[in-house]
């Protein structure tokens, strides 16, 4: 069965902080990766997706992803962040007609 | 604007009352489905559509009727609300299954069944 799993639940981090949220995936066959985020109150939107290709995918707000095939893993990774990108943050793997998402981190970011 | 819109945005249910989620895209795209988000639980899937008169179930499909007469149109049954389906409901779309668009995702419906 496909899954994906966040381990990190929350994350707290200072303004100007780099950071990584951990995304693991296990499926059967190709897979296509997101990342989205969902600000308070707000409907998921789209960060940054993987299809194939270059493994180091860029996004919008200076996020990127890079795919490691050989761990599984999706981080999502920005350099410095800024209050603004306190919100949740979701992995989710595309396989055949089914997305699943992982279950969320939540990012505070400290002024 | 083109995108997914969902109403109503925020309901109460007796336990027992049937009711109706609406979803309706107008960017022509063929696949739909609806997901329930839960606090730790992520988003779960409850049943999709790959193209108008197909229809699926997702992972938490129980309690749950979904049809799709029209491209642009995925409603969300509920014949006989449950607490346990006390949840917050997103509709998302993209143009194909597997094609490298990502998905689209209305605003949500706050449902609670008390």
């Known amino acids: 069965a496909q899954s994906v799993s966040q381990h990190n639940h929350h994350v707290i981090l200072s303004e100007a902080a780099s950071l990584e949220l951990g995304c693991n995936y296990s499926?059967?066959?190709?897979?296509?990766l997101f990342w989205y985020v969902q600000y308070p109150g707000q409907h998921l939107q789209l960060l940054l997706k993987?299809?194939?290709?270059?493994?180091l995918v860029k996004g919008i707000k200076g996020f990127e992803a890079e795919f490691i095939k050989s761990k599984f893993s999706f981080n999502l990774r920005k350099p410095s962040v800024q209050w603004s990108d306190t919100a949740e943050y979701f992995c989710?793997?595309?396989?055949?007609?089914?997305?699943?998402f992982g279950t969320g981190t939540k990012l505070q970011v400290i002024p | 604007n083109a995108g997914v819109t969902q109403t109503p945005k925020f309901q109460v249910l007796k336990t027992g009352q049937s009711m109706t989620l609406q979803c309706a895209q107008d960017?022509?795209?063929?696949?739909m489905s609806w997901y329930r988000q839960d606090p730790g639980m992520g988003l779960r899937l409850i049943h999709y559509?790959?193209?108008?008169?197909?229809?699926d179930q997702g992972e938490v499909p129980n309690g749950y009727n979904v049809s799709r007469s029209t491209t642009e149109d995925f409603p969300l049954r509920l014949l006989s609300a449950a607490p346990s389906q006390t949840s917050v409901y997103f509709c998302?779309?993209?143009?194909?299954?597997?094609?490298?668009?990502?998905?689209?995702f209305g605003s949500g419906t706050r449902l609670t069944v008390v």
């Open positions: 993987y299809f194939s290709g270059d493994p």
């Open positions: 989710a793997g595309e396989g055949y007609q089914k997305v699943t």
């Open positions: 499926y059967g066959g190709t897979v296509n």
């Open positions: 998302a779309s993209t143009l194909l299954s597997g094609a490298p668009y990502g998905y689209t």
């Open positions: 559509s790959v193209g108008a008169g197909i229809t």
């Open positions: 960017m022509n795209h063929e696949y």
